[in-house]
């Protein structure tokens, strides 16, 4: 498989059939924007197809894994509605590319995550993160309901209480606390995320192929039960980018104000 034509994200050949994917976008805290999110959707599909890899580690560039979506262009989405349907496109494929993909992904969350480096961080299989490294999933804050993958997952991790709590008041927990709650797989030092998530994918590569796989496939038969309940929060957020809440959540962000909601 050919991973040149890819902008954003770095690939890297590790022993035993470990890919190590690296988001990279570091001068903006590995932010998505438009590249990289079409980049996000596809490149599952195209780990899926490549024989040389028997699991994948993604970890993002310098201190950040991925500060989720680019809210220079976000804002611009507000009431454009072919941009919102080509976002509610790109998200669905994202969850969807993840679910199918049949190769074990193990996300190591070196910092912090939001939007869609949040989804691609807790939708892999196993995710390890820094035990200092704190996180929320912020759509409430900025005006737009919690769409992009929270749904189908967040109530499967840690419980429907835990996560209605934690979408609703977008509070930010720490790696410790992720992994009380079941969130991610495991928390260890920061400067040993990336360590451990390659130990853990060369266990996985060295593994029995189709044990492996079929286990996640099987699985993630969970998370094709909630495809419902997911497409329903989707629409919902992307609703939500005609909203004036949206417009002043976005805008008191970028302006670091808070925001006064009607």
């Not at 804002?75 to 190769?103: Q, W």
Request: aromatic letters at 6%.
């Amino acid at each position: 498989m050919n991973f040149e034509t890819y902008e954003r994200l770095l690939f890297e050949r590790r022993p035993d059939g470990v890919l190590l994917i690296t988001i990279n976008r570091p001068e903006k805290h590995n932010a998505a924007d438009r590249q990289m999110l079409a980049e996000f959707t596809r490149v599952w599909k195209d780990v899926a197809a490549d024989d040389e890899t028997r699991a994948v580690v993604i970890t993002g560039s310098g201190r950040a894994f991925s500060a989720g979506g680019d809210l220079g262009e976000e804002i611009e989405k507000l009431n454009d509605f072919p941009a919102v349907v080509k976002t509610l496109e790109e998200a669905r494929g994202l969850v969807a590319n993840m679910v199918d993909c049949d190769k074990p992904v193990i996300s190591a969350i070196n910092g912090p995550a939001a939007g869609a480096g949040l989804a691609i961080a807790l939708l892999s299989d196993i995710s390890i993160i820094g035990e200092d490294v704190a996180f929320t999933d912020g759509h409430v804050k900025i005006g737009l309901a919690a769409g992009d993958h929270s749904v189908i997952i967040w109530p499967l991790l840690c419980g429907m209480a835990k996560a209605k709590y934690l979408l609703l008041t977008a509070e930010r927990i720490d790696g410790r606390e992720a992994e009380r709650i079941g969130l991610v797989s495991k928390a260890v030092a920061t400067d040993q995320v990336l360590t451990e998530a390659l130990t853990v994918a060369g266990q996985l590569a060295r593994g029995p192929k189709y044990a492996i796989q079929w286990t996640k496939h099987a699985l993630n038969n969970w998370l094709r039960l909630a495809m419902p309940a997911f497409e329903a929060s989707l629409g919902l957020e992307l609703l939500t980018f005609f909203s004036p809440d949206a417009k002043e959540g976005m805008s008191a962000f970028l302006e670091r104000r808070e925001a006064k909601f009607d």
